[in-house]
């Protein structure tokens, strides 16, 4: 069974940058490249929202609030898939997820925290 393993969270000023990294682990490389990916994000209380996403062919999109600021992109040889943050703001902050897109199939990881402070 795929378990997504999530890193590269942290506490970071407003204004800073992080690189998030999501490995794919039990995938086998036909899965993963048959799938388009998603980083997703959720704060307390909320809904987990759907952010970014990269289809097998490499076409991207994002959500309004992260347009310009987050770049995705995946490593299919490592199962891999990453997203590049920048002009981090307080309202970034969130556990960071990532699965599937635009619907996720595969069981959720324990996420990266991320935090920008003000």
């Known amino acids: 069974q795929v378990r997504p393993v999530e890193s590269g969270g942290g506490l970071v000023q407003a204004g800073g940058s992080l690189r998030l990294s999501c490995a794919a682990r039990?995938?086998?490389?036909?899965?993963?490249?048959?799938?388009?990916m998603g980083w997703y994000r959720q704060t307390p209380g909320e809904q987990r929202e759907l952010v970014a996403t990269?289809?097998?062919?490499?076409?991207?999109n994002y959500i309004d609030s992260v347009k310009g600021r987050f770049t995705i992109s995946r490593d299919n040889a490592k199962r891999s898939v990453y997203l590049q943050m920048s002009s981090l703001k307080p309202e970034d902050t969130a556990v960071y997820y990532c699965?599937?897109?635009?619907?996720?199939?595969?069981?959720w990881g324990q996420g990266t925290q991320v935090t920008v402070s003000s």
């Open positions: 699965n599937t897109a635009p619907k996720d199939i595969w069981r």
């Open positions: 039990g995938a086998i490389l036909s899965v993963f490249n048959f799938n388009d």
């Open positions: 990269i289809d097998t062919d490499g076409n991207t």
